[in-house]
Structures are given as structure tokens and as C-alpha cells.
């Protein structure tokens, strides 16, 4: 009898371990295009990223470089004090979006532009994106807002 017990209970330890190790792997799968890494300038243009791979792209639009197309297509740069990178974006603009802001983009980087599907700005006069500050912060270029 203590066989048959001891041996029902290996099974069902058995089976939950590959039922736990079954769900970590689906939950991974499924998870796989949502997680969309922060890269700055300077990252994009010293290892550039698959044209297929999606991921989020932050630092200051480069004064004089926004560029209002026909329709909706706008094109700018983006930079970091270190490196910059153009980005094309077909949508249209967040209200507080504006030449010399913080911005964080994502999309992909094909053909050396940032394609971008979504662009953020900041929300107020002194927020700034976690990443992005930290991204300026190490090209030396980021200034802290006046209080």
C-alpha cells in the first residue's frame, strides 16, 4: 500500500512540474512581442538591430530638424548629445511634442531610419522619461529643469 501511495505521489509532483514548466513556456511565447527594450541614439547607431526587431528609441528632437511632410508622414531626428538618428513617424503627434524635447518612440530601424509606430512626449514642463534622462546623462548633455 505505501508503494502505491509513494508512487502516485511522484506522478503527481511529475505532473505538475511539466504542467509549471508548460505554462512558463507559453506565458514566455506569448510575451515575446510585447517586451520592447529601450535603446538610446548612441546604442542605435554603435550595434543596429534587425529591421525586424521592435524596441523603443528616446532622447531630445534636434532643433531644426522636424519636417512636416505631405499627408501625415513627419520626419525628424533624434539624439542623445552623442549620436542621432532620423525617424519617420505616419500619425499624428502628441500636443506637447516640440523641437529641443524629450520624446521616446517605438518601432523598428530599417535601412538606417527609425521607423516608428508610436511616439510619446513628455506631460508636463519638467518630466522627463527614466531612460532617456539616464541616456543624456551619460552623453553628458542633460541638464536638470530650473525648480
Same mark, same amino acid.
Given at each position: 500500500?505505501?508503494?502505491?501511495?509513494?508512487?502516485?505521489?511522484?506522478?503527481?509532483?511529475?505532473?505538475?512540474?511539466?504542467?509549471?514548466?508548460?505554462?512558463?513556456?507559453?506565458?514566455?511565447?506569448?510575451?515575446?512581442?510585447?517586451?520592447?527594450?529601450?535603446?538610446?541614439?548612441?546604442?542605435?547607431?554603435?550595434?543596429?538591430?534587425? #529591421?525586424?526587431?521592435t524596441f523603443r528609441?528616446? /532622447?531630445? %528632437?534636434?532643433? !531644426?530638424?522636424?519636417?512636416? &511632410? *505631405?499627408? @501625415?508622414?513627419?520626419?525628424?531626428?533624434?539624439?542623445?548629445?552623442?549620436?542621432?538618428?532620423?525617424?519617420?513617424?505616419?500619425?499624428?503627434? #502628441?500636443?506637447?511634442?516640440?523641437?529641443?524635447? /524629450?520624446? %521616446?518612440?517605438? !518601432?523598428?530601424?530599417?535601412? &538606417? *531610419?527609425? @521607423?516608428?509606430?508610436?511616439?510619446?512626449?513628455?506631460?508636463?514642463?519638467?518630466?522627463?522619461?527614466?531612460?532617456?534622462?539616464?541616456?543624456?546623462?551619460?552623453?553628458?548633455v542633460y541638464q536638470?529643469?530650473?525648480?
Amino acid at each position: 500500500m505505501k508503494s502505491l501511495k509513494k508512487k502516485r505521489r511522484i506522478q503527481v509532483v511529475g505532473v505538475a512540474v511539466v504542467a509549471l514548466v508548460l505554462s512558463t513556456g507559453l506565458i514566455g511565447y506569448a510575451m515575446r512581442d510585447g517586451i520592447n527594450f529601450f535603446r538610446s541614439p548612441s546604442q542605435v547607431m554603435e550595434e543596429p538591430p534587425a #529591421p525586424n526587431e521592435t524596441f523603443r528609441i528616446g /532622447g531630445l %528632437v534636434e532643433e !531644426g530638424s522636424l519636417e512636416r &511632410g *505631405v499627408g @501625415e508622414q513627419i520626419r525628424f531626428r533624434v539624439t542623445d548629445g552623442g549620436a542621432t538618428v532620423p525617424v519617420v513617424f505616419g500619425g499624428v503627434l #502628441p500636443d506637447l511634442f516640440a523641437e529641443n524635447q /524629450g520624446m %521616446v518612440g517605438t !518601432g523598428r530601424y530599417v535601412n &538606417g *531610419v527609425f @521607423e516608428a509606430s508610436e511616439i510619446l512626449a513628455k506631460h508636463d514642463e519638467t518630466y522627463m522619461p527614466k531612460e532617456v534622462m539616464d541616456a543624456l546623462k551619460e552623453q553628458g548633455v542633460y541638464q536638470a529643469p530650473d525648480s
